[in-house]
């Protein structure tokens, strides 16, 4: 009897052990398998094979690797559409995001326009594979600048392509940050025309592809990667004497435009009069500090000089259309692939040229004396004026490229769909 009992408790401390063992178990590995199950549920009912293409994601890409130029998607079936895009979302359609931190690994926001239900998601956890697909039309935002950003590319582009296959995604358009030489004929494959599930591609920079019918043309807009607010105009900004006549805060190059431009505003002076801060090196991170003395710049300037770089458009440009300083822009043509295409003649900065805008253009950097000596004549008056004009075609701008996306998107979206 006593060496049954004995047995007894060591049978119970046994199973007191395994169930310890099994308890802890789901404690600390059941709830993230949990999390994965719900994500690739959320992604479609039916969608099984999404395990497999998630194995073959895992290896290729990480959340905390893809941040594609803060990336938007749209959705929409039934007046619905869901996008990825900050410039896009919080400049052009003046949505607003949840969580405002801007480090947060996911961000969604909401919008009604018209008929239109759009939804846009953003952030390093959204990569392929791991995010909601509930809507039947998608915009992906893409950066196709180089190489690397290429390869993560393919892979939104090749995930997307495979739930158009399988039903499971109706209709894809795609804003693409292009390369600066305009090379972009990776994303040849995948347009429609030739095979592919992109029926919209809106390109950055003067490609020659664009044809307003599938390829239009997109601006480069401001650089939301360094956290470039949305600039809200006030009576100062209007009103105020500006001490300065001119900013450049950037990097100057060798052997390029923009030292030729430093060697000219210092012959005449002229670099005691703006506000000048060069660098030699590019930095791709804004501090506080730096990012507040940039903004600063413009808001104290009343011209912003934007030599051409790698490509002739440049954030500079539409981030001193936020402050109301005057962009005075180098219109020369840049090395690459750009150029004129069949919709417009007039390259480069096609788009900004077609729209009117109240910009000093200029071909060489040798007129700027005159242009700043033309400048220190003009009364606050005048300059008050001109910051109106420059503000207000600045909004017309950008309203203007909200109803165009919506159009061209609807109208084949939701004409196929009736098709």
């Not at 997109?218 to 209007?238: C, D, H, I, K, Q």
């Given at each position: ?73 749209k959705s929409e079936q039934k007046h619905r559409l869901q ?337």
């Amino acid at each position: 009897m006593r060496l049954t009992r004995k047995r007894l408790c060591s049978i119970l401390i046994v199973l007191y052990c395994l169930f310890s063992i099994y308890a802890a178990y789901h404690v600390f590995f059941g709830r993230r398998r949990r999390t994965q199950d719900a994500s690739l549920r959320g992604l479609r009912k039916g969608a099984a094979p999404a395990r497999e293409r998630r194995g073959r994601e895992q290896s290729t890409l990480r959340s905390e690797e893809w941040n594609p130029w803060e990336e938007d998607e749209k959705s929409e079936q039934k007046h619905r559409l869901q996008i990825l895009s900050l410039y896009l979302w919080e400049h052009i359609f003046e949505g607003l995001l949840e969580p405002t931190d801007v480090t947060a690994q996911r961000r969604e926001g909401n919008l009604v326009v018209g008929r239109t239900h759009y939804s846009f998601i953003t952030g390093p956890a959204v990569v392929p594979g791991y995010f909601s697909v509930d809507e039947n039309n998608v915009v992906l935002v893409l950066n196709g600048r180089e190489k690397a950003k290429v390869f993560y590319a393919t892979q939104w582009l090749l995930y997307a392509q495979n739930l158009v296959q399988t039903q499971k995604l109706q209709h894809l358009a795609v804003v693409l940050l292009g390369n600066e030489h305009c090379n972009n004929e990776w994303i040849n494959q995948f347009l429609k025309r030739n095979g592919g599930s992109v029926e919209l591609l809106f390109i950055i920079y003067d490609s020659p592809w664009i044809n307003n019918m599938d390829v239009f043309q997109w601006p480069l807009g401001v650089t939301t990667y360094r956290n470039f607010p949305v600039v809200e105009a006030n009576w100062s900004m209007l009103h105020n004497e500006r001490p300065y006549l001119c900013n450049f805060v950037g990097t100057i190059y060798e052997n390029s435009s923009r030292q030729a431009l430093m060697n000219i505003l210092k012959q005449d002076g002229n670099d005691k009069l703006c506000w000048v801060s060069a660098r030699e090196q590019w930095q791709p991170q804004e501090t506080n500090e730096s990012l507040k003395n940039y903004q600063d710049a413009l808001r104290q300037s009343d011209l912003t000089l934007c030599p051409a770089g790698v490509n002739t458009e440049c954030y500079r440009i539409y981030e001193a259309c936020s402050y109301g300083s005057v962009p005075v822009v180098e219109d020369v043509m840049t090395a690459g692939s750009c150029g004129n295409s069949s919709v417009y003649h007039n390259a480069p900065l096609q788009l900004l040229k077609s729209m009117n805008a109240p910009f000093i253009f200029i071909k060489n950097w040798k007129e700027l004396p005159a242009i700043l000596e033309k400048e220190k004549t003009i009364i606050l008056q005048e300059k008050i004026q001109r910051r109106k004009r420059l503000l207000h075609w600045y909004q017309y701008f950008k309203a203007e490229l909200k109803m165009r996306f919506i159009n061209i998107v609807e109208s084949s979206f939701l004409k196929n769909n009736k098709g």
